[in-house]
């Protein structure tokens, strides 16, 4: 298993109005100097998308491109052909760096970005628009296969696929040989399932690692007062590994039970503007985090 960390981790975010934009370069060095052998992308134009500039940054730090996030709206087929081309001038780029994994989510809904952490069968979309997610991501997962790359989806809060029915239907539903999952630990919790028991169930499916924790205080708050994710995240709900609820030991004995040797990225969503409730660094969180997995890289 390799250990990574992401962009998102000094509060650069797809959503903009979210979004720090301290320099690229900085996030790289800091990423490098808390101990991590690789990074993710970011959003795209975060990092330089030119691969031989990209290649030659990632190179000078000694680092490796692990994946990219791209959430892609497949609710409506009319929305197909453009979201394949953007997943497929990702997986160029990745593909220059010797990278296998491309990471697909749903993006962020208004609705469901008010509830939460607290969504139910209401919440969920139409029967129509699962169908059209599952074709389009099986016709994603196929293309990258053709190319000897993995399509791995990723639940997240605030999408529609974020709930424990949800991501065992979307498993259920998506062919096995294209899509794989990237379990999140600390999104498993804020939507209410277990990444145990994800791990458990969907061993044979689970082909990239998120790690996040999550702050068990910071969450019932969130889930009590009704706030929407924007707020939750200002809340401190994620915070550093090992210093909140996740059982890591329980999901590193199901890792190491299914023989994963995946990447591993630390993930910490912070919003650096100030207003938020995190009062450590990136970098030291990014330490603090690092500093915690060793006792399970033994």
């Not at 044979?204 to 995240?233: M, N, T």
């Amino acid at each position: 298993m390799r250990i990574g960390n992401a962009p998102v981790s000094w509060g650069v975010f797809e959503v903009a109005s979210w979004s720090a934009n301290p320099p690229y370069s900085r996030v790289m060095d800091e990423i490098a100097a808390s101990g991590y052998e690789g990074t993710e992308l970011g959003p795209w134009g975060y990092y330089p998308t030119d691969p031989s500039l990209l290649k030659t940054e990632i190179d000078a730090r000694g680092l490796s491109l692990a994946s990219a996030f791209v959430p892609l709206d497949l609710t409506d087929p009319r929305n197909h052909d453009a979201a394949e081309r953007q997943a497929m001038e990702v997986a160029n780029l990745l593909q220059t760096m010797g990278t296998r994994e491309l990471i697909l989510a749903d993006p962020q809904r208004s609705d469901r970005t008010l509830c939460a952490g607290r969504a139910g069968p209401a919440d969920e979309m139409a029967p129509a628009a699962w169908q059209a997610t599952i074709d389009e991501l099986n016709r994603i997962g196929r293309r990258l296969a053709d190319r000897g790359m993995t399509a791995v989806f990723h639940h997240h809060v605030a999408t529609y696929i974020e709930t424990g029915p949800e991501i065992d239907r979307l498993l259920e539903q998506t062919d096995p040989r294209y899509v794989g999952l990237c379990l999140d630990t600390g999104h498993a919790v804020y939507g209410g399932a277990d990444p145990v028991d994800l791990v458990r169930r969907w061993s044979d499916r689970v082909r990239y690692v998120h790690l996040k924790d999550v702050d068990p205080r910071a969450l019932e708050r969130a889930r009590s007062q009704q706030l929407d994710f924007e707020a939750g995240i200002r809340l401190g709900v994620f915070c550093p590994l090992g210093q909140g609820t996740v059982d890591f030991s329980g999901v590193f004995g199901e890792l190491r039970r299914i023989g994963y040797d995946g990447w591993l990225i630390v993930e910490q969503d912070v919003i650096v503007d100030g207003t938020g409730a995190s009062t450590v660094a990136p970098l030291e969180a990014a330490r603090q985090s690092r500093a915690f997995l060793d006792r399970f890289m033994r």
